[in-house]
């Protein structure tokens, strides 16, 4: 299997940094989820978006959008699910 590299986009840190603040065993997790996508960018509870290459990652309150190219996955979002 490939390993693909991880580029994060500027809204991906300021989510990321917003959960730190809040909640440091919830940001580890999610960071944790984010790193294996380099391994597995399509694992258990990821949608593929449309007709495009980008996937929304569910992980519980949270949502990740990235998107998988041959060789990187992009994230590009991050936040919290309005309820």
Known sequence: MIERTL???TGWFN???DLYASDRLAAKRVRAAVNAL??????PGSIHVG???FHRLHLGDYRVLYEVTDDAVRVWS???VPR
């Open 7 to 9: 580029v994060f986009d």
């Open 38 to 43: 380099a391994r597995d960018p399509e694992p």
């Open 51 to 53: 007709g495009s290459s």
């Open 15 to 17: 989510g990321y940094r």
């Open 78 to 80: 991050f936040g919290r």
